[in-house]
């Protein structure tokens, strides 16, 4: 078993990671990227309520051997471009415009732009949780843009039985009208550092100093004084409304059914309980699935990034010699 990465803030200052951003009409999409800009992209996608950070650790792996040159002369941490973005709503990235909201299929369609933009052709994509039935959904309708699918404990979508599409319906928008946003209640609520690392920990399974990472990025300092700073959340208030509709079983699995490229799935043996029923509901509609396991939990590709960054670059390589 490789050894679990360890990473604070101040090592990742040292290293060779950007802060870029892409203008998508008029929202703006940002990132974090580490490698040369002439290398073909890697692109990270994080989950719901997340940010770029949580790759934080990979690009720290990619970053500390490409300096060290203690890697292979074709290992991907040399030759590609890790871009980890940011969705709508989510880190640095621009909120959705009044009246907006956060579909499922508008993310899938951001990354259609952002792909068009930059003229990405057969990319692969490493993708966490929400962001990897995003990428599932986008490698499916157009599988002339991806390469490869680099799933972190998330396999299939979140599907909802047909006979709940009017209870699916009605909660969903009536989640809507309680939104801050719609009842036009700016928020409030300061706290500090801490306190918000701690409230990240009591709804999640992420150790401190990964929960610190993701924090950080998520916070807009409010005031500061000589004795401590007072910060609110980032991220917009709708990404909290209960999505109006789902997916059916039997639309889902077409769906997945239709993703041509190589699939490897990276899950935490204490990660989300849905990989497995992921696994039974999809894995039959893709022949060709790399499934491993590792010690580590939902997050696993933080606590396990130096794992990830060899499996990554193996899955990678091979794909590579066979196209």
Known sequence: MVSNTDVNSEQLNNTQIEEISYQLDDIKLTALACGSENHQPILCLHGYLDN?????????????????????KNNLLTNRRIIALEWPGHGHSSHRSNG?????????????????????????IVAHSMGAMIASAFAAAFPEKVKSLT????????????????????EGLLSRYQSPVNKRVKPTRQFTEAIAIKARMQVSDLPAKYARLIV???????????????????????????????????????????????????????????????????STTQKKVTTIKLAGGHHVHMEQAKALATMLNSFVNRISRHV
Not at 52 to 72: D, N
Not at 108 to 122: E, K, R
């Open 52 to 72: 770029a950070a949580s790759f934080l650790p990979l690009m720290h792996e990619v970053t500390q051997a490409s300096m060290h040159e203690t890697i292979p």
């Open 151 to 170: 799933l972190i404990d998330s396999f299939g979508f979140v599907c909802a039985p047909v006979e709940q599409t009017t209870k699916q319906l009605r």
């Open 100 to 124: 907006a909201h956060y579909h499922f299929v508008d993310y899938v369609s951001d990354l259609l732009a952002l792909f068009t933009l930059n003229n990405w052709q057969a990319i692969d």
């Open 216 to 282: 950080q990025r998520s916070l807009v300092l409010v005031e500061e004084n000589g004795i401590k700073s007072l910060y609110r959340w980032r991220s917009d208030p709708r990404l909290r409304t209960i999505s109006p509709y789902r997916l059916s079983l039997a639309q889902g699995q077409q769906l997945f059914s239709d993703i041509k490229c190589p699939i490897q799935l990276i899950y935490g043996d204490h990660g989300m309980k849905m990989v497995a029923q992921g696994l039974d509901n999809f």
